[in-house]
Structure formats: C-alpha cells, structure tokens
C-alpha cells in the first residue's frame, strides 16, 4: 500500500511510523530524517535544511520534491511505502500525484493524527530524541532511564535544535498555513482517514490498522 502520514509536528506521526513500518514491512520515507541525516553528513543538502529547519521554516518544495521522487524510484519502494512528513504544501501534493500517476500509481490511503495546538506545544517542547538511533523521548512521560543515554543504544539523548519552544510555536503556525490544506485535498479524493491522536499510541495504532485493512487493495 501506498500511504501518506499527516498530522502536525508532535502528533505522534514518527511513532506511529515505526509501528506501521514493523507491521507491513513497508520503507518508511521521512523527509525530516533525510535532511537531519544530511546534517549530521555534513552535505550542501544538510547545510542548505538546516537554515529553514532551524527557523522552524519548510524547505522549499522543488528541494523536497525532488528528494522524494528520487527515493520513490528506489526498488524498495515497488510495492508500497509510507511517506511522513510529506507532503507538507499543496505543491508538494500536486508534484507527488503527478509523479506517482506518470509510474502507473498512487496514493491508497492518508492517514491524518489530529492533536490540539497545546498539547503539541507541550509534547514538542519536551521531547528529547537520541542523536544515533532517532529514539524518542519526552521528559516527563517517557524519560530516559538514564538522562541523556539512549535505553536502546547507549546514544547521546538531546533536544532537536527545532523543539526549541520560539521555533516550535513557528513550527505550528507553518503547518496551520501550509499543510493544514492538505486535510482538505485529500478529504475530496475520498483517501483521508482521520485519528484522535491524543488517544494512547496502541489504541491509535489499531484503530489505524482497521482502517487499512478496511481499503480495497
Ligand atoms: P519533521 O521531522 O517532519 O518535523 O521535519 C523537520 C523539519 O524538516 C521541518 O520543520 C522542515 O523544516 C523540514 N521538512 C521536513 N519535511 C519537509 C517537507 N515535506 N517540506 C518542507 N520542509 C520539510
């Protein structure tokens, strides 16, 4: 299946990700992770994202769209993927519609985490991340057992330089601008599916898989 995670920045969309990927074993394409690796390499593309990234801004659409496509022609992706964190503007919907149709295929299904702006600010803020393996953290609901040491890897646990509280607030007011439209676009072509994401992780990722399972193939 062909899938699309929507949802603002601290919905629970890379959580949810890694479940959906463990389940369907499906190449999960996080835009944010590309360009945070390509920081992390030191790459013209890392320096170019990081600008925007620390400004709480999106990268523009001919940067990511290309990036996307490219990944999208990879063999892993024949049979299905999950795209989080894009796309994220009605251009990068258009460019993505327009690419899949010219390969014979499309979106199946999008799958929208609905959280309130407060709440966001609040799971935003707290969360912690670890630098080698992208585990997430949060300060008061799921601290590291040993603070700044990854449970998994032994990683250094540090906060995203755009999870800082000014750049978050940014962070939110870009995705009610921007991306928010998108809930509309694919609501009129009959794909979006729509999941309160205050709900525990489990509940919403079962209620997710329902819906999947519910989509003629
Ligand atoms: P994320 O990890 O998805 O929250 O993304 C972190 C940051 O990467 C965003 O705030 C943007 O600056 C940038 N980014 C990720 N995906 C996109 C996208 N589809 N379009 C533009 N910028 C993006």
Redesign the pocket.
């Known amino acids: 299946m062909n899938l699309i995670l929507l949802g603002p920045?601290g919905a629970g969309k890379g959580t949810q990700a890694e479940l959906l990927v463990e389940r369907f074993k499906t190449p999960h394409i996080?835009?944010?992770?590309i360009?945070r690796a390509a920081i992390k390499e030191g790459t013209p593309l890392g320096t170019e994202?990081k600008r925007?990234?620390d400004s709480?801004?999106?990268?523009p659409d001919e940067v990511?769209i290309g990036i996307v496509n490219e990944r999208l022609l990879k063999s892993d992706c024949k049979n299905g993927f999950l795209l989080d964190?894009?796309?994220?503007?009605v251009p990068?919907a258009d460019a993505l519609d327009r690419f899949l149709q010219s390969n014979g295929r499309k979106i199946d299904a999008v799958i929208n985490i609905e959280v309130e702006s407060a709440v966001l600010l609040k799971r935003l803020t707290g969360r912690r991340v670890c630098r080698n393996c992208a585990a997430v953290y949060h300060i008061e609901s799921k601290p590291a057992k040993n603070t700044g040491i990854c449970d998994h890897c032994g990683g250094e646990v540090y906060q995203r330089d755009?999870d800082a509280p000014a750049t978050v607030s940014k962070?939110l007011e870009v995705y009610a601008a921007q991306t928010e439209p998108l809930i509309s676009y694919y609501r009129q072509k009959g794909i979006l599916h729509s999941f309160d994401g205050i709900k525990p992780i489990k509940e919403v990722f079962e209620k997710v898989c329902q819906a999947l399972g519910a989509i003629p193939q």
Do not use: C, E, H, K
């Not at 996080?30 to 992770?33: A, H, P």
């Not at 709480?56 to 990268?59: D, E, F, I, K, P």
């Open positions: 920045p996080s835009t944010g992770d360009f994202a925007y990234m709480g801004q999106l990268v990511v964190g894009f796309p994220r503007t990068q755009d962070r």
